[in-house]
């Protein structure tokens, strides 16, 4: 347990739906990522925050997907009008702001959309 | 784009050592070496990083060769539970540490 949690580990929607997901960071980790992996490839880096401030999307993120982090605390991914090509595993990472290089990764939340 | 090259899979005995190629010929002289690895529905786990010294601590040893184009990370005494797949990722502080990840090399450490 590296102390990132994420909500729900699972999800089955059908196609069209909104979903959102949550992570919740450690407290006092600054930087917050958000990646999305496919079956058999690497997790693919989608956004990240520093603090309440989204610093940087990936072309990945289509108008689709909207990330926010309120107060600097937990991040919220939504999802609107889900495509079966969103099926993947969501996953959440954080990072201390200063003198630290390694992110924490979370279990993740697998999304599939039927 | 990854700009590690990893061999797909390879195979290790439990209680040998288990040393993992990477190559980085295009690394950048602000750029370092990470390892992560994650093992089956599992999130990734950082595991080490360096610049251009080697580098030790619980899990690993990571050595940088000296023109910093390759690198190789060892398990010492692998087990069963190190059985995963492992990211060689180069990053540096222009890209805020953003990891881009390639496929990596999958191990399977064999009884």
């Known amino acids: 347990d590296t102390g990132v949690s994420q909500d729900p580990r699972h999800k089955i929607t059908k196609r069209g739906q909104n979903v959102t997901f949550r992570c919740d960071p450690i407290s006092e980790h600054n930087r917050l990522y958000w990646y999305r992996q496919t079956l058999g490839q690497g997790p693919e880096f989608l956004t990240y925050?520093?603090?309440?401030?989204?610093?940087?999307k990936s072309r990945l993120l289509s108008d689709r997907f909207s990330a926010e982090r309120p107060k600097g605390s937990f991040s919220t991914l939504e999802i609107q009008r889900t495509e079966q090509g969103d099926s993947a595993m969501y996953l959440c990472?954080?990072?201390?702001?200063?003198?630290?290089?390694?992110?924490?990764f979370g279990p993740g939340t697998r999304l599939t959309v039927t | 784009d990854a700009k590690t090259t990893q061999p797909p899979s390879m195979d290790c005995a439990e209680g040998r050592a288990a040393n993992l190629p990477c190559n980085h010929s295009t690394i950048s002289v602000n750029e370092y070496v990470y390892w992560y690895r994650q093992i089956h529905s599992q999130g990734p786990q950082y595991i080490i990083h360096?610049?251009?010294n080697n580098e030790t601590n619980e899990m690993a040893s990571l050595i940088i060769t000296e023109d910093r184009k390759s690198s190789t990370l060892t398990l010492p005494h692998a087990t069963l539970r190190d059985t995963a797949v492992y990211y060689c990722?180069?990053?540096?502080?222009?890209?805020?540490?953003?990891?881009?990840f390639g496929a990596g090399t999958t191990v399977t450490v064999r009884a």
């Open positions: 925050f520093q603090n309440e401030a989204q610093l940087e």
């Open positions: 360096g610049l251009k």
């Open positions: 990472a954080t990072r201390a702001l200063a003198g630290q290089y390694e992110q924490y």
């Open positions: 990722i180069v990053g540096d502080r222009n890209n805020d540490y953003k990891l881009s």
